[in-house]
């Protein structure tokens, strides 16, 4: 059974910084990523990494948020969000995608990431 958990939300002050976490258990995954949604907007990408490292940032959060993985144990991934702005404010969604036999797209629960003096 495919769990996506993520943790790491919360509320910071404009310029600050957080490390959203996400553990991804029962499958492996070809690509595992973030997602956003604010409200009243819909989910758009935040950022992806493939298996092999590769990289794809949302324009707005180049320079500023960093995704990594872990694939020694369960799979992890990581957003590091730096210089954070009152837009940057949504709930954050970790995505994982299995690409063998079919296209299978998963989802965590959301963790709240709040912007605000």
């Known amino acids: 059974q495919v769990q996506l958990v993520e943790s790491g939300g919360g509320l910071v002050r404009p310029g600050g910084s957080l490390r959203l976490s996400c553990v991804a258990s029962g499958s492996w995954f070809n690509i595992l990523g973030w997602y956003r949604q604010a409200p009243g907007k819909q989910r758009e990408l935040v950022a992806e990494?493939?298996?092999?490292?590769?990289?794809?940032y949302a324009d707005s959060v180049k320079g500023r948020f960093t995704i990594s993985r872990d694939n020694a144990k369960n799979t992890m991934v990581y957003l590091q969000m730096n210089s954070l702005k009152p837009e940057d404010t949504a709930v954050y969604y970790c995505h994982a995608a299995r690409l063998i036999g079919g296209s299978y797209n998963f989802w965590g629960q959301g963790t709240q990431v709040t912007v605000s003096s």
């Open positions: 990494i493939t298996s092999s490292g590769s990289t794809n």
